[in-house]
C-alpha cells in the first residue's frame, strides 16, 4: 500500500460514570486523513483543512506520532500527510485524539500492520500528549478500537473492548463555547466520600453488564455520575436544560463528553436519537448560543479505510 | 409442599476491587435448614445445631424473616424451623445472610414462589438488618441468586447477576479470630482520592468483562483492590503471607471476604485450586493461629434444594 484515505473518528469520553476509564467512537463525525508513501525518509504535512493547527511536525499531533513510529519501525519511506478537519478541536469530542489515533492508524497500513492495536495506542497517546500535554488514552483507545473501550490499566496499559448493543445511537451538541481542559481539571475535587466512589463502581459495573447483555433498561439506570458531572456541569450553560430535554425525549442517559462543552446523550434506536436531537436543539436555540448538533450511530469499527492503493 | 430441606450457601462480598457492590455464592461451604409447614400460624425454631444462636423468633436472622414473609404473604400456615449452621458466625463468609437468605428462599417454596428474587433478597436484607444492625444486599443477594451478583442500586434495589466462568474455584481460610465490623468499618477513611476510585472502578469494569469473556487473565489483572483492603489487613494476621502464598502458586487474586477475618482466592480449576489451598495451608500453620480452610466451585446456582414433599 502506497496511498490511503481514513475516517478517524471523533469519540466521547468518560460517559457519566466511566471518568477517565471509558469511551465509545461514533460514527458520522470525525477527520479525514490521507497518507502517501514517500521516498524522502520523515513526515511532512501538506494541507490541513477545516481548523487552524499547526504544520510543525514535532508539535503537530498527527504528524509527531507518524515522525514517531517511522523511527521506531525503521522505515525506509516517508510520509506525507494531509488532514482535513471534520470537527472543532476545544469540543470534547476528541479532535486531537481523531488526529493521533488516526495517524497511528494509518502509518501502521503503510508499514503493513507491523504494529498491534495497543501499541498503536500507546503510538496516540503519545500524539495526545503532543497536543494536550498528557498521554490520556481513553478517547484515543476508541478511535482504534471502536466501539466502547475501558482503559483496565495505565502501567501496564490495557485496553479492554466491550460490545456494542446494536440500537445504540448518539446525539452531541457541541455549545460555541471554550471550556478549558485545564479549568474543567481544577473544578474537580482530588478527594471524594467513599460512599460515592461505591455508588459510581456499581454504576460502571451496571453499565458494562448492560453492554453485554443489550439490557437497555440497565445501561439507562447506570449512566449516572454523581462525582464528576456536578462539578464540570457549572462550565457549561444550561447543562441541566439539555440533560433533562434529552431524557424527557427518553434518551438512556446523558453526560458531559470528555471535558466539554459537549454534551452526549445515548438513545436506543433512530427514532428516539431524532426526538431527542430535535427536543434538545429546542432547548439550546431559546439559550442565544451558538451550537452544532450530530446525530450518529455508536461506531463498533472506529477506523475506516476510505481510498487505497 | 409440605416440607423442605434446602442447603444455603456462604458467600465472599466485596471480591477486591467490588467493595459493597460484588458477591459470589461457594458451594461446599454453608447452611443446612428445614422448614416444615404448621397449622398454627406465625414461626417457630425447633432446633439450632452448629452454632450458639438466639431461639427468639424475633431476633433471628432466618426465623424474623420467616416471619415477616408470612404476614406480608398472609399466609394461612405456620412454619417449623430447624437451622443446622455449617460454618461460623463472624467469619466474614456472610453467616447471616446464609441464615435470612435461606429463610427466604425455603419459606417462599412453602408459599409457592409467590415472591420475585428480587423480593426475597429484601426480604433477607431484612433478616441482615436483625442480625447485623444494617440491612446489607451482597450476601443475599449472592446466596439467592447464586454464583456473582452486582448490587447496582440500593434505591431502588436492583440487582444484576453476572455469569460464572466454568472453571472458576474459590479458596478460603478462616482464621479463628474475631473482626468486629464495627471496627472493619471504623478503619476505612471516609474520603478517598478520586485518581484511586478511578483505579478501582477500571478494575470492577475490568472483573466483570472478564466474567462474561470468560478472560480469566482480565479477571486476574482486576483483582485488586487499593482502597479498602490497605486498611482492613491490618485487622487480619499475616494477610499478606496469606495473599503473596496463593499468588505464588498460581491463584487469579487474593482478598478479604467480607469484612473479614477469612481470606479467599480465586483460582481457573482444581488443579491450580489444590496448590493454592495447601500453599496457604502451609503458610498459615507457622503462624500458631487456628484456621478452618475451604476449597469451592464458585456455585452458579446458589439454594439447593435437598428434600421436599
Redesign the interface.
Known sequence: MNYLKIFSPATVANVS??????GFAVDTIGDEMTFTKTQEKGVKITNITGANLTYDVDKNAASAVVKKMLEDANADFGVALTIHKGFSPGSGLGSSAASAAGAAFGTNKLLNNVFSNLELTKFAMFGEKVACGSAIADNVAAAIYGGFV????YEPL?I?K?PVPNELRAVAIHPQIEVKTKDAREV????????D??????????L??GL?TNNYQ?IS??LVDI?VEPHRKKLIPFFDNVKNSALKADALGAGISGSGPTIFALCKGDEIANKVHQSIKETYKETGIDFEMYISKVNPDGMKILNSN
Open positions: 460514570c466511566g471518568f477517565d476509564s471509558l475501558l482503559v483496565r490499566s490495557e479492554i466491550l474537580l475535587p482530588s478527594k471524594i466520600d467513599l460512599n466512589a461505591v455508588t459510581q463502581w456499581a454504576n460502571v459495573g451496571g458494562i453488564s453485554y440497565l439506570n447506570s462525582i
